[in-house]
């Protein structure tokens, strides 16, 4: 109680302070801020020669951040918003509310450019298997739909890995989507509203494979020196996640807001990514990358333009929805 | 003075008339057939029910925009006198100042009370922790520290035994004495009028008759309490 | 005058929870481009009133052997097992789902069991899975809904049963049924609304978008199409669907009471032979549906505990701290509106309505309805934990008046008149009359409000920032941070957190009305 009323009184100092050293506003999905993800150490590192305060305001995940940006709208506080993937940009354009970067994308596996949007890391999907349970995993979507491998997934309506498995099916399949999606509905355990619960799930035995990235077991190994998952490759080729920032129109710092975008592709932001966001930063940082993350690199990578992903979303969702309603 | 002016009490097909007067200090019982409407009579008096017209009056200003507490009067209910949460002293205190902050000299008082009326150091027990007898005296008790000039008994007796039922009357009566109230008391038990009450009011077929001296009344009975005496 | 406007209060506060709860809707209605719905909503609207259908019927249905078994039988232990095989309504529905899934999941302990004798797995997920999940929440409520009803039959009642020679037979027909046919309506349709609005459950086990209940389709509408119209027309079906359900109840049944205060002992003469045995499964079987996931969530727990980040404390405490202004702020506002709608009168029914409102909402279209109309003024940052704290005060409003209510139309009848007559108003009536004679059910109220207002987190997400995360957003965290064993750490920290509070007020509330 006391060191509460403590906190109040002083968060009201801190803010009479603020109000003399300008303020960066971003915006970004949670497990970005928490004590284990990257934010703590960008800030610390943007700040130390911005002379700014650099604050984050957390939404749940990527899909929530584009809600909450359109929420806002116009007369919103933010000014960065980091954290959006390539599904969504195409509608988050669309809200012109995000300015122009003027900057040069990085080199990604696929060629991505944006005048919008700047990437700051990127992922394989892939799934996640448990290799003494599951040795021999399917090498297709094909092999896992005719298998009896039960596999759990996320809901594309509420989870943007959800949405990037639809669009990697899509974009694997075309017109044949809407089979393949038929003949995964019996290996389709649940279908889970995000990915923690599907991790959970899986982690607890409920499947035998997750949808998730093929860095996550690169996650237990470096962070809980457990080898035993790995991520199946397939032969069509997997889709990419690519995670970009954007400035607000409407910011009131756009020159800090540059400066961060600018800071984003630097070493200190991209250093810290791989074992904070268990994401590829998108710049390789001077030291390599970190064991695990060489372990599976598919050959094939799948990604729609934002334009796209937005035209076929509704048909690939229609499909989906049909295929597992049953 | 009590003064029923041409009230007319309902409630669905219920109906009751009343158009008369009490004097002050007067002691009244109140007789009739379940139903017609006796609680009825008292509750109106109490403030628990508003008549559909006319108004009651006491000492010529009108009852009415008064809430219960606000009333001259003291009503002891046919059980649920005492809070049963509470302690005796409690419950007594609660006639003096409903929120219990009393001083050293209303303790006292409260004390005195007590002793009064036979229950001299039970201050600190539960309701729960008496005879019926003992409650009935802890509620008269009450009365007789809120000395309102109106005492209204709706039957608080009626579980008695005769004896124990007697010495209550008794009890009533001196309360009455040493406060000067008017009484108001239900009853079916025509000696209990007898005994207490120099007048009685009969409540039958939708109306309250006038006052009439019980003597006389019951030595001559209309036709409506004959009914109701069988 | 000043008790005209006493008298006014009551209608004030219902004008405010209705404005509360209808203001947000408006405002998303407000910013919508378009208003229609598809097939694929009212297939959602269709399987949510099936399942919660289902799930209340099952729940009332299994509730009558226990609570009769309960209030039958009194044997060692009794009073501390009625208490523990409450606590899974108390759970927050991640922490529950993943509790049953370890139980009844492809690799828990109940198809490991199936697959000893040769036994082929089954699955949990579907819709079978939703009502299981539902029936694991509920039923608890609906045992103590019902064994309140049994310990309500007077016990004169009994004795003249038994004077008259009554096998189980003839109590069971002549005592016991009528008081069914009065109670379990009433369960049946609080556990009916409370299934309309749920979420989490149906999302995880309902296997598929052919699960999709009206919450999800408002959080789908919301998040994936950003079609507010949409969300508030659905919020809006959910809310006629719930009034449909409420004025079918006020016509047809009498509302039950919640069960408060539970420690008396049985009052009916238990019967042997069979019957014993009979009772024992019942009580043994619900025990164990109930308490094995329980189990299941300490052990998982447990590990996790001593590696628990020193934010989660924090956010406990931030967790208590909310938890506590909001039950206090929904005990308050509850006991108004129950004394005030036991006194009767003008306006009695229109207050009773607006305290049974917030059961029928949209957590997601509170929260972003909320959103939209502070966020013009202030930073909704700023205001995560006095929304939060008014959020939760006014979702478990209903469930604290709803216990609170019968209680005070007994105290009205029983006193309220001497009360009257002696002048005992105001704060003297509250602290010599209402405080004493409500104790029960206000601490067992109270405990209630508290302990679900830790664990919700439906609204706080879309305003709380790292500095004023709660405890249930920090699980929610961990989960999606690969940190799973903390995660179950920080979910043990909440259910145990949780259930003290539940206790503390419930006990205080027990030890203040026996004084």
Known sequence: MKTSILATGLSCIALAAAAETPVLTVLTYDSFVTEWGPGPAVEAAFEADCGCDLRFVGASDGAALLARVQLEGASGTADVVLGLDTSLTAQAAATGLFAPHGMTSPTLPVAFDDPLFLPFDWGWFAFVHDKAKLPDPPKSFEELAASDVKIVIQDPRSSTPGLGLLMWVKAAYGARAGEIWTGLADNIVTVTPGWSEAYGLFLEGEADMVLSYTTSPAYHLIAEQDDSKAAAAFAEGHYLQVEVAGKLAGSQQPELADRFLAFMLTEPFQSVIPTTNWMYPAVTPAAGLPEGFESLRPEISLLMSSEEAMTVRAEALAEWQAALAR | MLRFDRVVLAQEEFRLSVDWELPAGARVAVIGPSGAGKSTLLAAVAGFFAPQSGRVLWQGAD???????????????????????????????LGLRPDLRLSAAQRTQIDTVLERVGLGGMGARKPAQLSGGQIGRASLARALLRARPVLLLDEPFAALGPALKAEMLALVAEVADETGALVMMVTHDPADAKAFAALTVLVADGLAHAPAPTEALFANPPPALRAYLG | MASRIGALIPALLAGALALFVLAPVLAVAARATGFALGPADWAAVRFTAAQAFVSALVSVTLAVPVARALARRSFAGRGALITLMGAPFLLPTIVAVLALVAVFGRAGVVNQGLGLFGMGPISVYGAHGVVLAHVFLNLPLAVRMLLQG??????????????????????????????????????????????????????????????????????????????????????????????????????????????????????????????????????????????????????????????????????????????????????AAALVLALAVARGGRGAGAIDAAAALPLATSGLVLGVGLFLMVQPFVSPARLALPVTVAVNAALTLPFVYRLLLPEARVLLSDYGRLADSLGLRGWARLRWLVLPRLARPLGFGAGLAAALSMGDLGVIALFATEQSATLPLVVQRLMGAYRLEAAAGAALLLVGVSFALFWVFDYGGRRYAAV
């Open chain 3, 150 to 331: 049994w310990q309500a039959i007077p016990s004169e009642r009994f004795r003249l049963a038994e004077s008259l020679g009554f096998g189980p037979a003839q109590m069971a027909r002549h005592l016991e049924w009528p008081m069914l046919r009065s109670v379990a309506p009433g369960a049946f349709l609080v556990i009916f609304v409370i299934c309309l609005t749920s979420f989490a459950v149906a999302l995880t086990l309902g296997g598929g978008p052919g699960a999709t209940t009206v919450e999800l389709a408002i959080f789908q509408a919301v998040r994936f199409e950003f079609n507010l119209g949409r969300a508030a027309l659905l919020a809006a079906v959910q809310f006629a669907l719930c009034a449909v359900v409420a004025v079918l109840g006020w016509l047809l049944v009498t509302p039950a009471a919640f069960g408060a205060g539970l420690g008396r002992q049985a009052l009916l003469r238990p019967p042997g032979g069979w019957r014993r045995g009979g009772d024992a499964l019942a009580i043994g079987l619900a025990a164990a549906f109930l308490l094995l996931p329980l189990g299941a969530v300490v052990l998982r727990g447990l590990p996790g505990l001593d590696e628990l980040p020193a934010h989660v404390w924090a956010a406990a405490g931030r967790s208590v701290l909310v938890a506590l202004t909001s039950t206090a702020v929904t005990v």
């Open chain 2, 63 to 93: 009852l009415g925009p008064l809430d219960p507490g606000a009333r001259p009067v003291t009503i002891l209910f046919q059980d649920q006198n005492l809070f049963p949460h509470l302690t005796l002293a409690q419950n007594l205190g």
